[in-house]
């Protein structure tokens, strides 16, 4: 028996091949939208997929489990609760099947949806693994709050929280102490909210490590749980119907988008993703582009920002990078909505000014400061006081809200969401000075009063 983990860092996200040696099949959990890995794995092997689970229709990923299962002829197990539109078999407590000599069951493990599982492994009678999807995390567990408007059992957070109280007390701490954890996430994932950078434990030590697990109520596991979340992300509910659908096979949906010849004239009034260093965007950039940055997390500042039923023109500082950029966007479900790729800039139409920070240390009272890190990040590490809060993933729908009588200065924690925050604020306050403190944020000792 092999376990084979393998983890997408710009998603926080694990998947896994469970290889049964005298089968030579192999069963896969929670695969991520490239099937290429999975297919390398299995002939590295000499090996067949013959079973893809899916713990629940995720929210943060596309998964390719249908583009497998048509592919190899593998079986597709899923919750009966999930309602699947795809082909496929229930797979509910009391549900097992074997491959070789390694038994996978189910384990109803509700909370952090309404249809979660999580699958057991086991060998010659003995427990050996569980994966528990988006249930129990190591050193956290899942969020409740992703499925209130999504899937197709929809229910409030707290009626989730509290079937993830007894999901993981009743059912997962129930299992051995030696029995491996393999979560769907680790830390950066927005599916929990303290999740350790660990890719494994075991029951035992999360009963003795995980803060989610210690001796508590039901009522004030649901009252913690419940606090602190943070954002959703607009594309989540969509990445669940589509999950809950199916998604299209990924290299020729890829192949499908346009690339366009670099300074192709673009449509008027077109949302423009510009992935360009800030440095470079601030030069010259297409009226009204934002700037996300190519960087470790632009899959999830894209679906962040970007609504679903919004279709854009992307552009990149070079053809390896569009072509990495394009494979991202794929990742959470929006290829389709890539109106066109190109590299370089259209015929530069704004520009923005570089702040003087010096200026703006000695008067910070001279400018309007508008904080676009998360409520959490704003509430306990305060950088200027007086300084207005507005999340980016919603700063599109508020940016209104700020004042324009003083130069507007967008600040975050390190300068990566500033450089997109201050694009959206150039595009909304048209004729307003809008100022990037950028990676000069962390010069600035927390709580400078602006008068």
């Known amino acids: ?64 489990h249908l583009e497998i299962a048509q592919a190899t002829g593998a079986v597709i197990r899923v919750s009966q609760l999930l309602g699947a539109d795809y082909k496929h078999q229930a797979f509910d407590e009391g549900d097992a099947f074997t491959v070789g000599k390694l038994t996978f069951r189910a384990l109803n493990t509700p909370g952090h949806s309404p249809d979660s599982i999580s699958i057991v492994l086991s060998r010659a009678g003995k427990d050996v693994a569980v994966f528990t999807g988006d249930t129990l995390f190591i050193g956290d567990v899942g969020r409740p709050d992703l499925r ?8 409030k957070r707290e009626e989730l929280a509290a079937q993830l109280y007894h999901s993981t007390r009743e059912k997962l701490m129930a299992l051995a102490d030696d029995v491996l954890v393999y979560p769907a996430h680790g830390a950066g994932s927005l599916c929990g909210k303290a999740l350790s950078g660990a890719n494994s434990s075991t029951i035992g030590a999360e009963k003795v490590g995980n803060p989610m697990l210690r001796p508590m109520s039901e009522a004030d596991f649901v009252h913690e749980l419940l606090a602190d979340q943070p954002f959703i992300p607009k594309y989540f509910g969509h990445d669940v119907a589509l999950n809950k659908a199916g998604a299209p096979a990924y290299a020729p949906s890829v192949q499908q988008v346009q690339r366009l010849a670099p300074g192709a004239a673009l449509e008027a009034d077109a949302l423009v993703v510009d992935a360009r260093p800030e440095a470079e965007f601030k030069k010259g950039h297409a009226a009204g582009a934002i700037n996300i940055q190519q960087g470790g997390k632009f899959e999830t500042w894209l679906g962040s920002i970007v609504g679903p039923e919004e279709s854009f023109y992307l552009i990149a500082a070079d053809e ?36 003087d920070v010096h200026q703006f240390r000695l008067h910070p009272g001279n400018y309007t400061i508008v904080d676009i890190r998360n409520p959490v990040e704003y509430r306990d590490e305060p950088i200027f006081d007086g300084s207005l809060s507005i999340p980016l993933p919603e700063l599109r729908e508020r940016a209104g809200e700020i004042p324009t009588d003083k130069p507007v200065v967008v600040h975050c924690a390190g300068g990566y969401r500033s450089a997109a925050g201050s694009s959206i604020v150039a595009t909304a306050l048209p004729g307003t000075e809008v100022l990037d403190l950028s990676e000069a944020v962390k010069s600035f000792q927390p709580a400078v009063t602006a008068h």
């Open 320 to 355: 390896a990078t569009l072509e990495d950029l394009i494979r991202k966007t794929a990742k959470i479900g929006y290829e389709p909505l890539i109106k066109g790729a190109l590299v370089g800039t259209p015929a530069t139409e704004a520009t923005m000014p570089a702040l």
């Open 148 to 155: 209130e408007k999504a899937g197709n059992i929809q229910a």
């Open 1 to 64: 028996m092999k376990i084979e983990q393998f983890e997408d860092k710009g998603l926080a996200h694990f998947s896994y091949a469970i290889l049964s040696e005298c089968a030579r099949e192999i069963v896969l959990i929670d695969p991520a939208r490239n099937p290429q890995p999975y297919d390398d794995y299995a002939k590295a092997n000499d090996a067949k997929i013959v079973s893809v689970i899916e713990t629940h229709p995720h929210a943060d990923f596309v998964s390719s």
